[in-house]
């Protein structure tokens, strides 16, 4: 009895904790954020919107993560390990400048999480356009993708490869 007693005020005080508001979801269930990031920003709703080059780096970049699936399609939100699905989803990606930061969500149930992989272009012997590379650093995850988007596009870097 004593033990309830105790942890009765830390269950009462942790329902009381102000929850976060909920994050705008469009029809197909992805993060629906508006990201103002000036003139001349391109969007790219689906992978297939993506520059050729581009979609190759992202699908290369992903492929030992199980792949990633195109916005709105099927994916493994869960954290059942279920190989026959990626387990990421394409929400949308935004050019700015030579810059493309692509926004996804990793499954995982619990973990679960919006984030964040730039890529830059690549040059290759003699100048030549080699495709995209992934930035090291660019990958953020939270709710607010839109700032860490600006923050990459400043030049912000988290420190990891």
């Known amino acids: 009895m004593q033990e309830a007693k105790m942890i009765l005020p830390l269950l009462i005080g942790a329902l009381l904790q102000p929850m976060p508001s909920p994050e705008r979801r469009d029809a197909r269930g992805l993060l629906d954020t508006p990201c103002d990031l000036g003139a001349g920003t391109v969007t790219a709703t689906t992978l297939a919107a993506l520059p050729r080059p581009l979609s190759e ?85 939270g709710e607010d993708l839109c700032t860490a988007t600006k923050a990459i596009v400043a030049g912000v870097r988290n420190g990891t490869p």
Request: hydrophobic share 45%; glycine share 14%.
């Open 57 to 141: 780096a992202v699908e290369q970049f992903f492929a030992p993560r199980r792949g990633i699936a195109d916005a709105g399609g099927a994916y493994n939100a869960t954290d059942v390990v279920d190989s026959r699905l990626p387990s990421r989803r394409f929400i949308r990606a935004y050019r700015v400048g030579p810059i493309w930061v692509v926004w996804y969500v990793r499954g995982g149930g619990i973990v679960s999480s919006p984030q964040t992989i730039a890529f830059r272009p690549d040059v290759g012997p003699g100048g030549v356009d080699a495709g995209f590379v992934a930035m090291p650093g660019t990958v953020f995850a």
